[in-house]
């Protein structure tokens, strides 16, 4: 269902990187329907090495992590001993939490017909900050600050671009920093796998970010990663 038309970014969950792949294969492009869709080749090849691949990682997120820190270090040298260059990196300097007025003002929009039916009020959850609440409180938005928030979100994306022209992808720990809201405002595609396991044995992951429409690469340095560890192999014993 739709939450925000310019922020949500769907895509598979799938057993591996090439199969998500498969599947994104068959869902990207024009449908005939969504004037907003790009008809951009998906050239994706698996035989990809890494030799000439630079790759970023944000810093300050890996220093930011605390628990299952050493996944995350064993992540970067995995990629260092594929051949890959790695170089760390910022994201842009942006107040990115504020402009998520951007995804709480179309959410809004999205679920109109449910806050003004009342219907809402059947939600289970309905503490400050549960969805019935930000959908109604979303109504308050002024718009001129909704188009504000939509103007320096043009200025991320541009930053963003020049940032991307230095490397192919980046790699950033879950949960850390800016990254998740910042790439759900640019639209940059993103994989994540799993990079390890916890104390506890659940699985940790990475996030691989590439570039605006530069899936089919993107993908292929992820199935390098992923063919390497051997991580999404490992199931609980039943």
Not at 14 to 19: A, L, S
Not at 98 to 119: H, N
């Amino acid at each position: 269902m739709a939450l925000s038309w310019s922020m949500d970014k769907i895509g598979p969950i799938c057993r591996t990187v090439e199969d998500c792949a498969l599947v994104f294969n068959a869902i990207y492009g024009p449908d005939g329907k969504d004037q907003t869709l790009y008809d951009v080749p998906f050239n994706y090849d698996p035989h990809i090495t890494l030799n000439r691949i630079t790759i970023g990682y944000i810093k300050s997120a890996f220093d930011s992590v605390k628990e299952d820190r050493s996944n995350n270090d064993s992540t970067l040298a995995q990629l260092r001993s594929l051949g890959a260059r790695l170089i760390p990196m910022e994201l842009p300097k942006y107040p990115t939490s504020d402009l998520s007025i951007i995804l709480s003002a179309e959410a809004g929009a999205a679920f109109d017909d449910l806050t003004r039916t009342g219907k809402d009020d059947v939600l289970v959850r309905q503490i400050k900050d549960a969805w019935p609440n930000v959908l109604r409180l979303s109504r308050f938005i002024p718009a001129v600050e909704y188009i504000q928030a939509n103007r320096i979100r043009y200025m991320i994306i541009q930053d963003m671009q020049e940032l991307m022209k230095q490397i192919d992808c980046y790699v950033a720990p879950p949960f850390e920093g800016d990254n998740l809201l910042l790439t759900n405002l640019t639209g940059h595609p993103c994989v994540v796998l799993p990079n390890g396991f916890s104390k506890k044995g659940t699985p940790t992951s990475i996030t691989f970010v590439g570039k605006l429409f530069g899936e089919a690469e993107l993908l292929s340095i992820a199935k390098r990663y992923q063919d390497a560890t051997g991580f999404h192999l490992r199931h609980p014993k039943l």
